[in-house]
Antibody, heavy 126, light 107 residues
Framework: EVQLLESGGGLVQPGGSLRLSCAAS????????MSWVRQAPGKGLEWVSA????????YYADSVKGRFTISRDNSKNTLYLQMNSLRAEDTAVYYC???????????????????WGQGTLVTVSS | DIQMTQSPSSLSASVGDRVTITCQAS??????LNWYQQKPGKAPKLLIY???NLETGVPSRFSGSGSGTDFTFTISSLQPEDIATYYC?????????FGPGTKVDIK
């Protein structure tokens, strides 16, 4: 059974930093691209970042480029999101997401999420 | 960036009704489109990929169609457990933007 367990969320002041982790199990972690998707309170879904299975390629939304860094440790089956220079507008539930088999078939990093974590809340406020 | 629009933004229908949601891309995305269902307080769930392919385990009352810029998502017979917000997502280009969502309620 695929499981994605996020941790690291919490309350942080504007300008602060936070690192999210996502422990994955139930699938061959290194074979799949992974993404982070966020959802601000009462709002829709926003793709944040993705990383290839090997970790060699990373992708970011313009809203977080230069402030967030996605990474993975395939030996630990863990995905990370380092968030720096946090702003109030980064307040959201952050979901760890496994890219589907379709991403492997099509040879692209992002093709749709077939498994999601439960989400971790990040609140940026003074 | 490719922009996605959805309509309606919300709808209310009776159990057993046929429900249709449309999604439009700002440029041709071929069939690179997903549909997700998100129930309150839960993570989204992938229902349809490549515009018309049903994800494993998803009930057959859900279906999708379209290509290019115009797409349709249909629930053939609305059930109480289908109360949720539905999102389309393009993945032809990065960023893989989601549509704004359609909230479906029971009348």
């Amino acid at each position: 059974e695929v499981q994605l367990l996020e941790s690291g969320g919490g309350l942080v002041q504007p300008g602060g930093s936070l690192r999210l982790s996502c422990a994955a199990s139930g699938f061959t972690f290194s074979s799949y691209a992974m993404s982070w998707v966020r959802q601000a309170p009462g709002k829709g879904l926003e793709w944040v970042s993705a990383i290839s299975g090997s970790g060699g390629s990373t992708y970011y939304a313009d809203s977080v480029k230069g402030r967030f860094t996605i990474s993975r440790d395939n030996s630990k089956n863990t995905l990370y999101l380092q968030m720096n220079s946090l702003r109030a507008e980064d307040t959201a539930v952050y979901y760890c997401a496994k890219e589907s088999e379709n991403s492997v078939i099509r040879g692209i990093a992002v093709a749709g999420v077939d498994y999601w974590g439960q989400g971790t809340l990040v609140t940026v406020s003074s | 960036d490719i922009q996605m629009t959805q309509s309606p933004s919300s709808l209310s229908a009776s159990v057993g009704d046929r429900v249709t949601i449309t999604c439009q891309a700002s440029q041709d995305i071929s069939n690179y489109l997903n549909w997700y269902q998100q129930k309150p307080g839960k993570a989204p769930k992938l229902l349809i990929y490549d515009a018309s392919n049903l994800e494993t385990g998803v009930p057959s009352r859900f279906s999708g169609s379209g290509s290019g810029t115009d797409f349709t998502f249909t629930i053939s017979s609305l059930q109480p457990e289908d109360i949720a917000t539905y999102y389309c997502q393009q993945y032809d280009n990065l960023p893989p933007l989601f549509g704004p969502g359609t909230k479906v309620d029971i009348k």
